[in-house]
């Protein structure tokens, strides 16, 4: 049925229909934020359910697309192989000015988790007030992401492109981050640096590649154009030292909003690259991927690790220990084979489940306390001990501590760094311990004498809200076996 329904009328046109008239008319409504945070949940998380249903139908419909065909040839079915050539588009294409919209198989595990993503954060919202302006800024990004996922064809190649839709999207993110507070600006703004330096490195890249096919024998372009998109993704990850724009703003911005629109934009970022890896062959022999991003990634990890130390601000400290884990997995990234890119796929959904979880904490006691200010913080897990424990949990699971979200996914990308070389993982894990300590004593600070006596205690609401992030971190802890399926779908969209 849901297949019929797909072919039969485009469905993410009404999907991004509803997004932008959503995103309109929350704007109206907008001093309403609980309400309208909790009605804009309700709707991405149905399009998050279509989505997901689409995405069901896509992968059996390949699979029997792919048994059928063996069968035909008289061979064996091999599932991984045979139904990837298959994920293609899904729907109707949307044509127009050079450019071809589509829906395909290949990114529909990413735009679904985006959604979910959002259907989070928009809950969390709904308790914890982001700004008048988070909820159709959401809604108006959602839809932005996915017409950045839906590009199939451009005038020019259409994955050269995409930097430029992070540029808008960056500027959006950043306007949405402000959430009211002009005075904290510097940390939002510098959200769009990173896309700009970057954009016109993959304009240069696609002239080289334009040159390519005009000398057969010559390989210059082509390793020219593989050291320009390297050098390009590596900015739009902004490692250290463009790493300023995450600590800045996780310590200005409101919490859910800076864990929404980091998770969106990193989301964007791995499945870019995983694009353009798979679209140019050239990038696996001529780039020097490997390189770069295991030095930028092992500089950002130990950078965090120790700069967290130095950190006293709840929020600030969150944005280290956080820029800590992408460091990790920017270290990853730079290791290929089909086991890496599965690591680096449970390792981002750990992720997300521990910024939720340490950003539903920081929301409620920036809410309750008023302020991020740490003396004004000071003995605050007295009165709201379960928000402040889903704070903490959150943030140990960003850094592997044990029985926290993130412990099985740096585990185990810590042993296959040491496979190859000790010493990258021993830093990572020194890093990871000097970010422990930054937070054991975080936590000292919270649950310590009490320095504001009227301060009330956390309601009924609040305590299911931090009981449910903490329950959710702690079963995948416990089993982190119940994402085998999550990441092996996405595998297989990619075509790895």
């Known amino acids: 049925m849901i297949a019929q329904l797909v072919a039969s009328i485009n469905v993410a046109a009404y999907v991004l229909l509803v997004l932008l008239a959503g995103g309109a008319v929350t704007f109206v409504l907008r001093d309403w934020q609980r309400a309208i945070a909790f009605a804009a949940a309700i709707t991405t998380g149905v399009c998050a359910f279509l989505l997901w249903r689409i995405d069901a139908a896509s992968l059996s419909g390949a699979v029997a697309e792919a048994a059928a065909r063996i069968a035909a040839e008289g061979g064996a079915l091999e599932v991984g192989v045979d139904a990837a050539e298959v994920l293609t588009g ?8 050079g450019f071809s919209l589509q829906l395909s198989s290949g990114s529909l595990p990413a735009l679904l988790l985006a959604f979910v993503i959002a259907t989070a954060a928009l809950l969390l919202a709904a308790r914890f007030p982001q700004g008048r302006s988070f909820v159709p800024m959401t809604l108006t990004l959602l839809a932005g992401y996915m017409l950045w996922f839906m590009v199939q064809r451009a005038p020019i190649d259409a994955v050269l492109l995409l930097p430029l839709g992070l540029i808008l999207l960056s500027t959006l993110s950043a306007i949405a981050l402000q959430a009211g507070r002009p005075i904290h600006a510097a940390g939002p703004v510098r959200w769009m ?27 210059t372009p082509y390793r020219t154009a593989a050291a320009l998109l390297t050098f390009g993704l590596l900015l739009l990850m902004a490692p250290v030292p463009l790493h300023s724009v995450a600590p800045t703003t996780s310590e200005s911005a ?31 022999t001529l780039a020097p991927l490997n390189i770069w991003f295991a ?12 700069a967290a ?14 820029l800590h884990d992408w460091g990790l997995i920017l270290l990853l990234l730079s290791v290929p084979g089909l086991r890496t890119w599965s690591l680096v796929i449970f390792i ?36 709201l001990p379960w928000n402040a424990a889903a704070y903490l949990v959150g943030a140990l699971g960003l850094v592997g501590f044990p029985l926290s979200a ?18 990258p993982a021993a830093a990572v894990l020194i890093a990871s311990g000097a970010a422990i300590f930054s937070l054991i004593r975080m936590a000292r600070m919270l649950y310590g004498s009490l320095a504001d006596p009227q301060l009330a205690r956390e309601k009924p609401v609040g305590i299911v809200t931090a009981a449910v992030m903490i329950a959710l971190s702690v079963a995948l802890a416990l089993a ?5 399926e999550p990441v092996s779908r996405a595998i297989l969209s990619l075509g790895a």
């Open 480 to 484: 982190p076996q119940l994402l085998n």
């Open 254 to 284: 409101p919490p859910v909003a800076t864990a929404l629109f980091t998770l969106l934009y990193q989301l964007a970022l791995i499945w870019l690259l995983a694009r353009i890896v798979g679209e140019y062959a050239f990038m696996q």
């Open 348 to 383: 981002f959904l750990l992720r997300v489940i521990s910024m939720l979880t340490s950003a539903a904490g920081l929301a409620a006691l920036e809410y309750n306390v008023r302020s991020l200010d740490p003396h004004r913080l000071q003995g605050a897990g007295v009165r």
């Open 406 to 423: 993130g412990f099985a996914g740096h585990w185990a990308a810590l042993q296959l760094l040491a496979a190859s070389d000790w010493r």
């Open 295 to 306: 030095w930028a990634g092992l500089v950002t990890a130990i950078w965090a690790g120790l």
């Open 90 to 97: 899904l729907g109707p294409a949307i044509s127009r000015f």
């Open 193 to 219: 640096v990173a896309p700009v330096l970057a954009f016109p490195l993959f304009l240069i890249a696609n002239y080289y590649i334009q040159l390519g096919p005009l000398d057969p024998q010559d390989v």
């Open 309 to 322: 130390v130095g950190s006293d601000q709840p929020g600030r400290l969150w944005g280290y220990v956080a």
